[in-house]
């Protein structure tokens, strides 16, 4: 960042702008920084990186104070980071922060998670990027005991920066005696009873999604579902470089035979 | 798979189950198995991993033949997928293939891409996955040249499976005289100009979502952008733990001595 500048803090979610996780994240660190708050309209949960592309994208603004500007768009949690970016703000932000999320965005939630999807667009265009999550889905949750590791983890982005194409998926217990941090691995586990039957009339194939996340390694203390379940932070470094490079070699002598 | 039963594919699409790509994979892949194809009722490109969370998700079957059932739902292409293997398909499928898209789902896009939404969904419930995607936005795009690689991709991955957590992201040049096939790396890039003003009444705060993709190594012959550039067709396998691994020592030891 420039010496004479605040850090530019850019923030989204998926709750939607007027959600209690994204207000608090924003008193949290309006000491760090000058803050721009682009986020959806309303809920957008389980967005993942979904961009809109069918129709126009809209933002306006709704609050404005010293070193703080908040528009809502019309878009999901993405397009808020592309659209932002390419709008509102006047530099390239130091930092993009998702959250704080209603709800656990650790294992494979990851890839689902809106929340996440921030942190992703603002890590592909270069930008450390940071995704906060409360295991707690409740309007009203209590998100004070997040407070001090949410500045302290921000201070030290700021600081230090991120290693190319990795940004940070950030989970709190939802307890207030919290143990403390650690840095862990995406949990390795699935969803299951994830339909919940809705009939209307005579018909029976409409549903709701709900489900429950299963850990098929509870014992396993590296991953993120563990770390949650016994009262640590979850930070889970997190790649956008997808390429599944142990595979190359064996996937190569396969084509090479068959092609 | 068991050994008297065809194999079970279960496909799914981000164009619509009206889309040419689609229509063209059910017919490359009929002489392959039992086919159960559940795609969205229209248009959800961009979509990524998302789900429907904020209301109920419906399917109806439009079409019936031997083994062959196609249903069309209102979700997104992860909801199908997550929706067909709780309710219509029977057992676990032996496949699940996203296709085939209209336009690129190399580098980056495959954060975006609906069709490798459908193949992440797979992967992450144990199901050897594939994204299959033209170089071509059209409608009316000429698949033809892509049907003799399908065919060979999809009977490998079905004879010997894919690793734990990988699924395989293809993507196929549009020309017609392919040269081969490239086992790739994401490629690294970013989007660029990616607003289109489409300014209403006096209001200039709406954008369509536009841009291209701009290859930061258009050199680096190891890439999926650089395959399809140079007429290959492109296989990127791709990995659903996204796990920074390599930075977790030295954020364990920044973690530890901030907090």
Redesign the interface.
Known sequence: MENNKKPLILISNDDGVTAKGINELIKYLRPLGEIVVMAPDS?R??????????Y?????LIRQEPSLRVYACTG?P??CI??AR??VVERQPDLVIGGINHGDNSG?N???SGTM?IA?EGC???IPSIGFSLCDHAPDAEFRYCEK?IT??T??VLE?G??D??C?NVNFPNIDQIK??K????A?G??ER??QP?P?HH?D?????SGEFVNYEPGNNKTDNWALANGYVA??????????????EE??T??SS??
Chains 1, 2 share one sequence.
């Open positions: 809920a949960s389980g967005s993942g990186c979904a961009l809109t592309v069918n126009p994208v809209h933002y306006r999901t993405a397009d592309k659209l390419n709008t494979t990851v890839h689902y999807g992703i592909l265009n270069g590791y302290e983890i201070r030290m230090k991120l290693p194409r990795v940070l403390g941090v840095v862990c691995e995406q390795v699935r969803w994830e339909w809705c209307r018909d194939r409409y549903f709701w999604l930070v889970t470094p997190t790649l956008v470089d997808l390429t599944a490079y142990h595979f190359m996937l190569n396969r084509l068959d092609l």
